[in-house]
């Protein structure tokens, strides 16, 4: 079984509402997907993340098309060490992640239907029933939060996540009103972006865990130099949560091991594949980290790919991140379980075990053509 084609579709697909943080404000997701077909006829998907500039990583992607046509695609790792290597995208590695990230997935896609298994039991089977994800709270009016904090009560969610980070005082009152709402059990999670020095996310995080038992904090201060989160690891109860700067391998392993965070929250968008991510991830687990899956905003083929992995890691966290649920559509025939509510099961289909729609992929593609990418600071 030989590769014989390797397509790339850029698409848009809407959010039901924008989101907003300190650092992006968009109305939806760009993303790349990798369609690779076989000399048998077999398809694998994968999908790639743009990040600030979709142009960028479909050209990344052309230029690692010569490193896959005619390959095996159980050689994943000699072709990720022929792209990085022979294709110098070791030295532009943030852009090659993202890209290449794609043609990972869509290669365990094809090893997965080859062999008729899903993804998860290629990486030692599930050691968790079903991943629990959150609900991703908009930020607005403390009427508002309370109206998303009953619907997410009521789906049956337990941990809500709120961007912070843009007005300390607004997101105090939302605060108020999230934990008014979901109860003593409820998780509350934030995301700073990096928007704070290492006093003010002090006095913040001290003030609003005392007030509002904050789970975690993500992202509270820039994580590099790595002492200004370990210095804020000395003055605040809250757990950190490292997501900026896990954009290689190197720099998760420096991450991870250096002391700086109570949990991790990447994918294999960071490092490029899927064994990455595992390996860095067992590494934290090993260290006593624990995991949190991240979301750059996916579709359902991205989500998929990681969703097999953190069934396979015992050190995953509740309340994995996703996008599903605020997306007006997707490009899979049949929704994933997480556009409705917080649990995600064992899949059993090979592969990814998604299908696309092709009618769908259509139009979203259309949308791209028509629209351009969702960028990443205009709504």
């Not at 757990?239 to 294999?268: K, P």
């Amino acid at each position: 079984m030989r590769i014989a084609a390797m397509e790339t579709i850029p698409v848009n697909v809407p959010y039901r509402h924008a989101e907003v943080s300190a650092r992006v404000r968009r109305g939806g997701v760009t993303a790349i997907l990798v369609r690779l077909t076989t000399d048998t006829g077999l398809v694998g998907w994968g999908e790639a993340c743009v990040g600030a500039d979709a142009a960028s990583i479909e050209a990344a992607l052309a230029a690692m098309r010569p490193f896959v046509l005619g390959r095996d695609p159980w050689t994943g790792e000699a072709i990720a060490r022929d792209v990085y290597r022979t294709g110098l995208w070791d030295y532009r590695v943030q852009t090659g992640n993202f890209a290449f990230a794609g043609i990972d997935m869509a290669l365990w896609d094809l090893c997965g239907k080859a062999c008729g298994q899903p993804l998860h039991r290629l990486f030692g089977g599930p050691v968790q029933e079903a991943i629990d994800y959150f609900y991703y709270l908009a930020q607005g009016r403390p009427e508002d939060l309370r109206d998303q904090c009953r619907d997410g009560v009521e789906r049956g969610y337990r941990c809500f996540y709120l961007k912070v980070g843009i007005d300390a005082a607004a997101e105090e009152a939302m605060l108020a009103a999230v934990r008014s709402t979901v109860g003593d059990r409820g998780l509350i999670r934030i995301d700073a972006n990096e928007a704070w020095s290492v006093p003010e996310a002090a006095r913040l995080l001290n003030r609003w865990h005392e007030r509002f038992a904050i789970d975690f904090a993500e992202a509270p201060v820039p994580i590099f130099p790595l002492e200004r989160m370990r210095e804020l690891r000395t003055r605040t109860p809250v757990a950190l949560c490292a997501n900026e700067g896990l954009g290689s391998q190197a720099d998760a392993y420096r991450v991870i091991t250096g002391g700086a965070a109570d949990i991790v929250c990447f994918s294999s968008f960071w490092v490029g594949t899927l064994r990455r991510f595992h390996t860095l991830a067992s590494l934290a687990g090993l260290l006593g980290i624990g995991l949190c899956k991240h979301t750059h905003g996916e579709l359902g083929i991205a989500a998929s790919a990681a969703h097999h992995l953190v069934l396979t890691l015992a050190n995953a966290t509740p309340g994995a991140q996703q996008t599903a649920a605020i997306m007006a559509d997707d490009v899979l025939t049949t929704p994933l379980p997480i556009a409705a509510g917080p649990r995600w099961g064992v899949p059993e289909r090979p592969g990814l075990g998604v299908e696309v729609d092709e009618s769908k992929l259509a139009a979203f593609a259309e949308a791209y053509r028509r629209d351009g990418q969702f960028l990443p600071y205009a709504a």
